[in-house]
């Protein structure tokens, strides 16, 4: 059995080490990060080439089962991965870690998208904590706060006018995340809802503090595509076919 992990998460490194030994496992990387944490089995990197490329390799290479857990927020591959399954004949699941949930005390505003994150800022506050990766964030090109952005790779032009730019990979701990907030006088923090814990210690220090947070929340899983919430559940369900 050969099975394809759409990967590049914590969740989908897991997955492989609970599969590699018990079946063939090809993890597909999208190359967007410089020194990506590789997982246990075969690892390929690079994109497909859309639907049509991935339909191709999914026959090539004999794929009998694909396994979509890519980051919450990766929309397209997602929707590619279900459309390429679909044409292909395969199985297919998704792996999502469950997404956050407000706790007492939270100052949560929700948004469904960047650009409505951007607009939810006035007069929230006037030192930004933006960690919603290093894409998309010619959204906040114009706005006049200060900006503490972190990412695991620099982002590319154009960014807020007024950016401090942290490189850092997570998991973060609740100390650390304190501290920053501390340090760098933030009054707002902006998210998005991947979930998990390696990054929810910022969600806990912006409570603790209150501050509040905007949260862009995340896209639906395809319609019809099964979904998993641990890499233990995925595995099982991969193994019993």
Same mark, same amino acid.
């Given at each position: 059995m050969h099975v394809l992990i759409l990967g590049g998460t914590a969740e989908a490194r897991a997955l492989a080490g609970l599969l590699h030994g018990e079946v063939r496992v090809t993890s597909s990387l999208a190359g967007r990060v410089a020194n990506p944490r590789l997982p246990e089995g075969e690892v390929r990197? $690079?994109?497909? $080439?859309?639907?049509? $490329?991935?339909?191709?390799?999914?026959?090539?290479?004999?794929v009998d089962a694909v396994i979509d857990a890519?980051?919450?927020?990766?929309?397209?591959?997602?929707?590619h991965a279900a459309r390429a399954a679909a044409t292909a004949h395969v199985p297919l699941l998704a792996l999502r870690r469950p997404g956050w949930v407000p706790a007492p005390g939270d100052d949560w505003r929700e948004v469904a998208s960047l650009e409505e994150a951007a607009e939810a800022l006035d007069g929230l506050g006037d030192r930004v904590f933006l960690t919603t990766g290093r894409m998309g964030l010619a959204v906040f090109a114009d706005r006049p706060e200060w900006f503490l952005v972190?990412?695991?790779d620099?982002?590319?032009?154009?960014?807020?006018?007024?950016t401090e730019l942290l490189l850092d990979r997570g998991p973060f701990t609740l100390d650390g995340e304190r501290e920053l907030l501390r340090r760098h006088r933030i009054d707002v923090l902006v998210t998005k809802d991947s979930g998990g814990a390696a990054t929810a210690p910022k969600l806990t220090a912006a409570r603790e503090a209150g501050i509040p947070v905007v949260v862009v929340r995340r896209p639906p899983v395809p319609e019809g595509v099964r979904t998993a919430a641990t890499p233990e559940e995925a595995a099982a369900a991969v193994l019993r076919g």
């Amino acid at each position: 059995m050969h099975v394809l992990i759409l990967g590049g998460t914590a969740e989908a490194r897991a997955l492989a080490g609970l599969l590699h030994g018990e079946v063939r496992v090809t993890s597909s990387l999208a190359g967007r990060v410089a020194n990506p944490r590789l997982p246990e089995g075969e690892v390929r990197i $690079g994109g497909f $080439g859309g639907v049509d $490329g991935l339909v191709e390799w999914i026959g090539e290479h004999a794929v009998d089962a694909v396994i979509d857990a890519t980051h919450p927020f990766a929309e397209r591959i997602s929707f590619h991965a279900a459309r390429a399954a679909a044409t292909a004949h395969v199985p297919l699941l998704a792996l999502r870690r469950p997404g956050w949930v407000p706790a007492p005390g939270d100052d949560w505003r929700e948004v469904a998208s960047l650009e409505e994150a951007a607009e939810a800022l006035d007069g929230l506050g006037d030192r930004v904590f933006l960690t919603t990766g290093r894409m998309g964030l010619a959204v906040f090109a114009d706005r006049p706060e200060w900006f503490l952005v972190r990412s695991v790779d620099a982002p590319e032009a154009p960014v807020p006018a007024r950016t401090e730019l942290l490189l850092d990979r997570g998991p973060f701990t609740l100390d650390g995340e304190r501290e920053l907030l501390r340090r760098h006088r933030i009054d707002v923090l902006v998210t998005k809802d991947s979930g998990g814990a390696a990054t929810a210690p910022k969600l806990t220090a912006a409570r603790e503090a209150g501050i509040p947070v905007v949260v862009v929340r995340r896209p639906p899983v395809p319609e019809g595509v099964r979904t998993a919430a641990t890499p233990e559940e995925a595995a099982a369900a991969v193994l019993r076919g």
